[in-house]
């Protein structure tokens, strides 16, 4: 099936530990995304690659650090991991910017105890 | 700061009724957006909007827009219970190159 992949779906870890989400798209697009959900569903975008090339770090702590090795995927490394980063993260993706309809995988919800 | 607001933030309405679910915005935009989350999913594209647009129409779903209130709706007619959601508007303001997503409007369609 075509796709925005992106694994584990659930994580649940404790304070200080460091953890990462993979993401694949195999629809050919050049964007990929990662955006935070929290507990009252308002979705913000974290980071924005194009052909691997980050075009959009919105203030997001250094503690979060995305990876993309190849145009179909974006990994996302958190290190020291806080409360407050409990949430649930989508990766997305798109053809031709981030202006075009996004399609998104089914989130990681990460959880820190 | 946000970008879209929508309202009301939950709608439930009878299995066959018209919803409708506004968004408004704050600064101009290349095009508007609308999208679905079904419950532990993620957002599904339902629609585009350019600003040179007012209306566009796709199955059961209308969207307009008025550019010039900064606002846009989405009309879901006849509903039924799978279209039970929350429903996000996103805009694609000018220079910003990111969508910017409203709080949602979640959809509850009672049989």
């Known amino acids: 099936d075509t796709a925005v992949s992106q694994t584990p779906k659930y994580l649940v870890t404790q304070m200080g530990n460091d953890k990462s989400i993979k993401c694949e798209q195999n629809?050919?697009?050049?964007?990929m995304y990662w955006y935070k959900q929290d507990s009252k569903k308002f979705l913000k975008i974290m980071f924005s690659?194009?052909?691997?090339?980050?075009?959009i770090n919105e203030t997001v702590p250094n503690r979060f650090s995305p990876k993309s090795p190849d145009k179909a995927h974006l990994n996302l490394h958190i290190n020291s991991l806080e409360l407050g980063d409990s949430a649930v993260y989508f990766c997305a993706s798109s053809h031709g910017g981030p202006g075009q309809p996004q399609h998104f995988g089914d989130g990681t919800r990460l959880s820190i105890l | 700061s946000q970008q879209g607001e929508e309202d009301p933030q939950a709608l439930s309405i009878q299995e066959g009724e018209n919803a409708t679910m506004n968004c408004s915005y704050k600064?101009?935009?290349?095009?508007l957006q609308w999208y679905r989350q079904n419950s532990g999913r993620g957002l599904v594209h339902l629609i585009l909007i350019r600003s040179n647009e007012r209306e566009k129409h796709s199955g059961r779903l209308r969207v307009t827009l008025d550019t010039s209130k900064k606002s846009s709706s989405l009309l879901i007619t006849a509903s039924r219970a799978a279209d039970t959601a929350s429903y996000f508007c996103a805009t694609d303001a000018m220079g910003a190159q990111k969508l910017v997503f409203g709080q949602g409007t979640r959809l509850t369609i009672n049989p």
């Open positions: 690659y194009n052909n691997k090339e980050l075009i």
């Open positions: 629809l050919g697009h050049d964007t």
């Open positions: 600064t101009s935009i290349n095009n």
